[in-house]
């Protein structure tokens, strides 16, 4: 039964007095499975303005990475966030899911598609177009250790104002009612900017969408090498967007994700 338009599915329990699932699920329950990857800092919340346009149709399921909300004390490491996915698809997609990643997320779900090609329908790489290694990732590291080493107390506010300035209270309202996981998200940047994914997203044989807002010029820098290196892949832009663009544009994200969803013979 899809959930109220108004509302966020609860956080699942593993068993008596367990702490809360990592995930939740929602939507048409016999639904085409879509597997909602979150951003740096962030939660599964971000994902809640997808999860109530869509639940009509897919089986949504949103996951915490390692470090953030619900696994704020797991460390992240690239290879653990790419399992942990792998865990939830195998509990809750029943077959392979359209793998939908934001930013970090994105990252996780390139690696993922790469590792577990066979558990992926599709991937949408989402604000996520640029090569993490290189001379202009200088900001990201400034930033990573801002946030590993200032008090979360004033990053939290910061963010927080941030969000409300950019989203007014309504549309930010999924970003900073969770919280943030400044610590985490830290090491999260920290982990991806060690690495290449170019040759990762080269080795997905399946359909891929690269989702990107167009003033997201920093996430773009190699979106047209990302495209020409993907075996299956499209390149949509959406207009007036910034880096958290299901966030910024949400109908126009949505719209993207439930046509690239229908476009796949699963």
Request: proline fraction near 8%; hydrophobic fraction near 45%; charge should be positive.
């Amino acid at each position: 039964m899809a959930p109220k338009p108004s509302s966020f599915p609860r956080p699942e329990t593993s068993g008596p007095m367990t702490a809360p699932r990592s995930y939740d699920v929602s939507g048409a329950e016999n639904g085409h499975p879509i597997v909602f990857l979150h951003g740096m800092r962030v939660t599964r919340r971000m994902w809640q303005p997808q999860i109530e346009a869509l639940a009509t149709e897919f089986r949504s399921i949103a996951l915490d990475l390692p470090g953030h909300g619900s696994l704020c004390n797991e460390p992240f490491r690239l290879e653990k966030a790419v399992e942990h996915v792998a865990q939830v698809v195998d509990q809750a997609a029943n077959g392979p899911a359209l793998i939908v990643g934001l930013s970090l997320g994105g990252y996780v779900a390139i690696e993922f598609g790469a590792r577990f090609p066979g558990k992926a329908a599709a991937l949408v790489i989402a604000s996520a177009s640029v090569e993490p290694r290189g001379w202009y990732n200088l900001p990201y590291k400034a930033l990573s250790w801002a946030m590993a080493h200032l008090p979360e107390r004033w990053l939290n506010q910061l963010s927080r104002a941030l969000f409300l300035v950019i989203y007014g209270k309504k549309r930010a309202e999924p970003l900073i009612a969770p919280g943030f996981f400044m610590r985490g998200g830290a090491a999260a940047v920290r982990d991806v900017m060690s690495r290449a994914f170019g040759p990762r997203l080269a080795a997905y044989p399946g359909p891929v969408l690269l989702l990107n807002g167009a003033m997201d010029l920093g996430f773009r820098i190699h979106e047209r090498r990302f495209l020409r290196i993907s075996r299956q892949g499209r390149l949509k832009i959406i207009p007036k967007a910034l880096h958290i663009s299901n966030i910024d544009q949400p109908e126009l994200f949505t719209q993207a994700i439930r046509r690239f969803a229908r476009s796949l013979s699963w």
